[in-house]
């Protein structure tokens, strides 16, 4: 006989994300709706450690939908990086007398919920978080889709800039491991160039790219640039070699930094954070656990938490055939 769920813990871990705030909603009401105790676990691992509980009920999440960040915050926990400390995570959930955990977050949250299963059976279902897009098993995470709303906008502002002045924009985006963002957003842009970490552009094709642009009329470019780009050292070190080799361009560097995690969910992550915020809800109840909620096609399904850690998220090698057509 299957233990019934009276109680459903959560935690938002890693870098915020626009949305987490509507996966919390979602994962509330839809444990009241249920007849289940919603318990927010406060800055992610860490707070699993300190037993940093706070029973909620559907009015904690009301007027949140629209916010970002995480109103229940988030850290990294070194601790719980060792047994001893997911070992007191455990012992918290059992004397609060919890039947399932909810992780959201990116991969290295993921990692942790798969340890921690294998180690003490308890029950997890991981929900996809993270700007960057880089979660295997879900073709969006929760706060992409905001994110290039952001980066989108402020490209263009800058582009603004660039055309009054005849300069060329060095655009610095998020990205450390994956391209998601950059392409993305630089094929939305209009970028002339968009360097990311999976394909190496090299110095020397980059300057004959900028020439021919200048040599077909452009006053100004934008080029979007991965964090994570090996093209040079960093993104002022490519300035420094457009200085050096096309003296006529007057170059500027801009790093968008952390205002792509800022702002207000996009519709996308609202709506596609309260169907992972019910999903994994539900999944606790059907006895599903140690998997994560993703998309694909627009449909809900479960990926193997292992399959989300240790699997690849793929470039859209079509965007990249886009990019090439339209920076002519």
Excluded: W
Excluded at 139 to 162: P, Q
Excluded at 225 to 233: I, P
Excluded at 255 to 275: M, N, Y
């Amino acid at each position: 006989m299957k233990k019934q769920i009276k109680k459903i813990a959560f935690l938002t871990s890693g870098g915020d994300a626009p949305g987490m705030n509507a996966v919390i909603r979602a994962i509330v009401r839809s444990c009241v709706y249920n007849g289940i105790i919603p318990i927010a676990v406060h800055k992610g691992y860490e707070g699993l450690i300190n037993g940093s509980f706070e029973e909620m009920n559907a009015r904690s999440v009301k007027g949140i939908i629209n916010k970002g960040g995480t109103i229940i915050k988030t850290a990294r926990s070194s601790e719980f990086r060792t047994k001893s400390g997911r070992k007191k995570a455990y012992n918290n959930l059992i004397d609060h007398s919890i039947d399932g955990l909810i992780v959201v977050g990116g991969d290295g949250t993921f990692n942790g919920a798969y340890i921690f299963n294998k180690e003490f059976k308890f029950p997890v279902i991981g929900i996809p978080a993270t700007i960057d897009n880089d979660i295997f098993g879900t073709s969006h995470t929760i706060g992409f889709d905001s994110a290039l709303n952001t980066v989108v906008e402020a490209i263009d502002k800058i582009r603004d800039t660039a055309s009054s002045h005849n300069r060329l924009f060095f655009i610095e985006v998020m990205g450390r491991d994956a391209g998601h963002i950059a392409l993305n957003t630089g094929v939305a842009a209009g970028a002339e160039e968009i360097l990311i970490p999976e394909e190496n552009l090299g110095l020397k094709r980059l300057i004959k790219s900028l020439k021919r642009s200048k040599n077909t009329g452009k006053s100004s470019s934008i080029v979007v640039v991965a964090e994570g780009d090996k093209t040079g050292k960093n993104v002022f070190e490519l300035k420094d070699y457009v200085d050096k080799h096309l003296p006529e361009y007057e170059v500027r560097v801009s790093v968008l930094g952390h205002i792509q995690r800022g702002g207000a969910p996009s519709c996308f992550d609202r709506v596609l954070a309260s169907r992972m915020g019910v999903s994994s809800v539900d999944s606790l109840l059907k006895t599903k656990s140690n998997v994560m909620v993703g998309i694909k096609n627009n449909k809900i399904f479960l990926t193997p938490l292992i399959d989300a850690v240790k699997g690849k998220s793929k470039i859209n090698s079509e965007l990249l055939k886009i990019s090439d057509i339209m920076s002519i």
